[in-house]
């Protein structure tokens, strides 16, 4: 367990070294490229594509993954190709019906920007089938291989713009976005070959899909549109109560955050395939990983905000031009929400092993409840930095929530928030390690 956890976190390393040097120069180029305007306008753009897609995804890369996970994991190659089957009948299905309405949508209000997003919504969906596969057979390296692929051909696509002819820079900049689903496509079918290799002689289990989202998908489907719609509500209130520019602010704050963090995003993909294929075995081990990665993880977080708050005036100055300086403080706030993602991480993999989706649902649906009001209060005076704040204080507020909850649920899974204080013998000999490396280096 702990080899492939560690395969885990490498891969997924050199994923955010690659991925956060790419996404920084993707995001300097966007933002020379587009006004902030224009940026709001990008923001809106990719924050329908992000409604679009929740109808063909609705959640189902967690339950899959899970689900497949705990059948490779048991050896029932069958199961696995039940699944796999079921799964691209889903993802085709919903993924043609929402390119189609995006299709009307741009014919309708004769905008080809739509017509991109139809696009870029069915490559989507390949790859993300593609994903889901690799993933839920730990295939941790090529999962990684797809966020380089896809960031580093972004980058390339958007490098050559200013060569392309003369045109609106809003449509050349969301295009690049289809050419990266395009070349992801292109590798993923190679990564992908030796699993239908190995399932090609395999007799095709038939798969009660009503029984899976009776028992735990039902909730995946009903709680992942809340989710999204958390995700996308202050863009909607910000565009109501302002105007496009303060959708930029707060895209343009969000999107270098993400550039920050994204190296911490990754303990929840690694988690969620190996706690259902472990946990029956190795329930001590499992326990173990999850206290080990919120404890590093939380400390990483710290040392990164120490450094990188002093600096976030220049970050936001590299990122943009002059324009672009009302982003500081909106971005300054939204990192302190770094600090609860070593916990909430944890939260979605154990629910998931243990099929308990129904309280992922009541989590979700309780922070809308809560999220909701306060955006309503915070947004109308303050615009963007309002929107910030309330990110600060939900989180706040279900980050004790969700702790609570697993630990009445499931007290064997459940660690305590201040064990990250703690120095056991596991990191004794962690920092033995490191000491005995530094010195072979020396």
Not at 146 to 155: E, K, M, N
Not at 267 to 274: F, N
Not at 306 to 314: E, F, K, N
Not at 340 to 354: E, G, K, M, V, Y
Request: positive net charge.
């Amino acid at each position: 367990m702990w080899q492939k956890i560690l395969q885990g976190i490498r891969a997924y390393f050199t994923v955010s070294i690659v991925t956060n040097i790419t996404g920084i120069l993707q995001s300097i180029l966007t933002l020379r490229y587009l006004t902030l305007g224009e940026y709001g306008q990008y923001t809106l753009l990719l924050s329908f594509f992000a409604t679009g897609k929740l109808f063909f995804d609705l959640g189902s890369k967690s339950l899959f993954v899970s689900e497949i996970a705990q059948a490779n994991g048991e050896n029932n190659q069958a199961r696995v190709k039940g699944l796999f089957s079921v799964l691209s009948w889903f993802l085709g299905s919903m993924s043609i019906v929402v390119t189609a309405v995006f299709i009307i949508i741009g014919l309708w209000r004769q905008n080809n920007l739509y017509h991109i997003i139809a696009v870029y919504s069915l490559f989507f969906a390949i790859n993300l089938g593609f994903d889901i596969l690799l993933l839920s057979h730990t295939k941790f390296n090529q999962t990684a291989g797809q966020q380089i692929v896809r960031s580093a051909s972004r980058l390339g696509f958007l490098l050559l713009i200013p060569f392309f002819p003369t045109g609106s820079m809003l449509f050349w900049v969301m295009l690049s976005h289809v050419i990266k689903e395009i070349v992801v496509m292109i590798f993923s079918i190679r990564w992908v070959s030796p699993i239908f290799h190995s399932l090609r002689k395999v007799t095709l289990q038939s798969i009660d899909v009503g029984t899976i989202f009776k028992q735990q998908g039902i909730f995946v489907l009903m709680s992942y549109p809340i989710r999204q719609l958390i995700t996308e509500l202050p863009v909607w209130m910000l565009t109501f109560f302002w105007d496009i520019t303060a959708v930029g602010v707060y895209g343009a704050a969000r999107k270098a955050f993400s550039l920050i963090t994204t190296v911490f995003a990754y303990v929840e993909t690694i988690l969620i395939p190996l706690l259902p294929e472990q946990m029956n075995q190795f329930p001590d081990k499992v326990r173990i990983a999850i206290r080990q990665s919120q404890k590093y993880t939380f400390w990483l977080t710290v040392g990164m905000l120490l450094v990188v708050l002093p600096l976030s005036p220049w970050i936001i100055q590299l990122l943009g031009p002059e324009e672009y300086a009302g982003v500081i403080r909106p971005f300054q706030i939204i990192l302190l929400t770094a600090v609860f993602t070593p916990f909430i991480q944890s939260h979605r993999p154990i629910l998931f092993a243990l099929k308990e989706q129904r309280w992922f649902f009541i989590m979700q649906l309780l922070s809308l409840l809560t999220y909701a009001p306060l955006l309503l209060l915070f947004i109308p005076p303050r615009a963007a930095v309002g929107a910030v704040v309330v990110l600060v204080l939900n989180g706040i507020i279900h980050t004790t929530l969700r702790s609570g909850i697993i630990r009445r649920i499931a007290p064997q899974f459940w660690v305590s928030p201040f064990t990250i204080f703690e120095i056991e013998e596991f990191d004794r000999k962690l920092i033995k390690r490191i000491q005995l490396s530094i010195q072979n280096l020396r």
